[in-house]
């Protein structure tokens, strides 16, 4: 957002060139202060902080970077934040709708064998590590969990299939 203060002048004062060029000098500085304002202002929330920031908060938590996106770094700290206990069923649908969308997911829960299955259908990255980091969070320890990630896509073209006959004869002495 570049910053005109030529038109804050008088009039009487546009022409002259020496205002001119100290005023265009002000603007570069006033530019980057409010770059910098604008940085700090971002960093204080963890959708919008850049990766220095992100960085801090995966010390903070003791995350591992592994060369995710820091789109993927911020959902998992987002994560972190967001644990409650105790556990409910209403509250891991809604944390896995907030990060698969509703549609995203199939959960089925087996009250009597404490099993959780979980199908991912997202092609979101990182979904399945994110699924299990969210898991490990918030699912008492006795619940059995089946996770898995289903995803498909259709692709146009043709497919070129080639196959082979054999067999194998196996004999014991």
């Known amino acids: 957002m570049a910053v005109d203060l030529k038109m804050l002048l008088p009039e009487w004062f546009k022409n002259i060139l020496e205002f001119n060029q100290l005023l265009d000098t002000e603007e570069v500085e006033l530019e980057a202060v409010e770059d910098s304002i604008r940085s700090v202002r971002d960093n204080c929330f963890i959708q919008t902080a850049d990766e220095n920031t992100i960085l801090l908060y995966e010390k903070r938590f ?6 995710e996106t820091l789109e993927y770094r911020r959902s998992r700290i987002l994560q972190r934040y967001n644990t409650v206990v105790p556990f409910t069923i209403g509250f891991l649908k809604n944390r896995l709708s ?6 995203g997911y199939v959960l089925s829960v087996n009250s009597k064998t404490y099993l959780l299955t979980i199908k991912v259908t997202s092609d979101r990255y990182g979904a399945l590590n994110l699924l299990y980091d969210l898991l490990w969070d918030i699912i008492p320890a006795h619940i059995k969990i089946l996770a898995s990630q289903e995803v498909k896509k259709d692709m146009k073209g043709g497919y070129y299939i080639g196959t082979t006959v054999s067999s194998t004869k196996i004999t014991t002495i």
């Open 62 to 67: 003791g995350i591992s970077y592994q060369g």
């Open 98 to 103: 907030e990060l698969f969308g509703a549609d």
